[in-house]
């Protein structure tokens, strides 16, 4: 079992470089399917995740060369057949649901085992099977493996009944070579939808209107191969300005588009952080004595889920009652018994947190209990007195490249130990 020790108290002081992002990345390693080519991806976060991917590509029958040292993806999927994942290979990984999309739209055909992932809450797929089946296919399920068959796919219009990152990718990729065009309205309008898009655009493909609720696209019969590069990964970021705003530190966030961050930068304004937006960076100034906020996490450009709980920690130094509502997954205050645990005062009402502060914080063994949870639980041992031991860290691991060394970077004390 591996685990951080993290001595608390020391403000974040230096530059962080951010890395590509993960959820646009693990869309767009499956979307390389369609093409039946080699592809060239750059600015891949070299992260457990997509190692797990890498490994599921290669199972496929692609050959894929892992450039660590650049940080890119070769990957050539033509010498794959068909789609066909076991529960061994789908079950490390949520997104391996997105090889059903993209198998779908090549083969016409995908046979995938249902997803694994976070353990936060219900997570349905009806979206994702709504639009496979308005796009022509026959979806059943049967012993946890999703099957997908068409005699051919044809364009329409789908209506999506919740916004869903998952099923407005999957849909773009099961669509972009079905015949005419598909219209996928109430679309989620994440940048990792558009960047997920521009990377087929760039294999050919005719996708409009990503980054807006209604995304048209246009069926062509082929893809292409291409190189692309993933954008800064935006909730890697957003954990670094908690980050440095938590421990009163001073901080360069670097490589990353201000404009995915202003729900997160407008609250940490609101709080009372000193904030300073550059065309590619972002300057985070800690301040003593922060106001209490409350907080709704939303489909973007509303906050993100993925930073409820980093959030929540910095908001146990504000003065006041905070309230943190939580609208997307139920299941995303696992952590706050962690936090409790260290001398934070937060009642969990339903789907919201009521956080009482300012309470400081003490160190004392802590348990992730999923990838985001884990990260707050890093920031709670960067603020806490004494020492803090994580751990559980394989879920940090997923999601955050290199978090130690970029911790160290910026002046803090943690060690990861293997027991
Ligand atoms: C993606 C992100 C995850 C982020 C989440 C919300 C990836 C790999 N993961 O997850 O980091 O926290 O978006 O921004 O990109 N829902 C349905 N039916 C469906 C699909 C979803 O009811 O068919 C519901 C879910 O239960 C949830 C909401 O819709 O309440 C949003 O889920 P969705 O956007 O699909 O999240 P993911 O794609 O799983």
Do not use: W
């Not at 639980?377 to 020492?387: P, V």
């Amino acid at each position: 079992m591996n685990k951080y020790i993290i001595q608390g108290g020391n403000k974040l002081n230096g530059e962080v470089n951010i890395s590509g992002f993960k959820n646009a990345i693990l869309a767009i390693i499956p979307a390389t399917l369609l093409a039946k080519d080699k592809c060239r991806i750059e600015n891949v976060p070299l992260i457990k995740d997509v190692y797990i991917l890498v490994e599921m590509m290669k199972e496929l029958g692609a050959e894929v060369y892992l450039d660590e040292k650049n940080n890119a993806i070769d990957i050539d999927t033509s010498m794959i057949v068909e789609c066909t994942a076991s529960y061994d290979i789908a079950k490390a990984l949520r997104a391996s649901y997105y090889l059903v999309g993209a198998g779908l739209g090549r083969f016409k055909e995908a046979h995938v085992a249902y997803p694994g992932g976070c353990d936060i809450g219900s997570r349905p797929i009806d979206q994702h099977i709504k639009g496979f089946e308005a796009l022509g296919s026959n979806v059943e399920i049967e012993h946890g493996i999703i099957n997908c068959k068409a005699d051919e796919l044809v364009g329409t219009k789908i209506y999506m009944d919740v916004i869903s990152v998952g099923a407005t990718i999957n849909v773009m990729l099961s669509a972009v070579m079905a015949k005419d065009k598909t219209i996928i309205e109430n679309a989620a309008k994440e940048p990792h939808i558009v960047d997920t898009a521009n990377f087929l655009n760039a294999m050919g493909a005719d996708v409009r209107g990503a980054g807006t609720d209604v995304i048209r696209i246009n069926g062509v019969d082929k893809l292409h191969g291409c190189t692309y590069s993933v954008i800064p990964d935006q909730i890697e970021a957003g954990t670094y300005i908690v980050a440095a705003a938590a421990t009163e530190g001073n901080v360069l966030v670097k490589n990353v588009i201000p404009k995915h961050l202003e729900s997160i930068t407008a609250k940490l304004k609101e709080l009372g952080v000193e904030i300073i937006e550059n065309d590619d960076s972002i300057r985070v100034i800690g301040k003593p004595n922060l106001k209490k906020v409350n907080i709704k996490t939303l489909p973007y450009p509303g906050f993100p889920t993925d930073l409820q709980q980093p959030i929540s920690v910095l908001l146990t130094k504000a003065e006041g009652i905070s309230v943190v509502t939580e609208s997307i997954f139920e299941g995303r205050f696992k952590y706050v018994d962690e936090l409790k645990r260290m001398g934070a005062n937060i009642k969990v009402d339903g789907r919201s947190a009521i956080i009482r502060g300012a309470t400081p914080l003490s160190g004392t063994k802590i348990m992730a209990t999923d990838l985001r949870a884990g990260a707050a639980c890093i920031i709670a041992g960067l603020i806490a007195d004494g020492e803090t031991e994580v751990y559980n860290i394989e879920h940090v691991e997923r999601g955050y490249e290199r978090i130690e060394e970029k911790l160290k970077g910026l002046g803090v004390d943690i060690k990861r130990v293997t027991e």
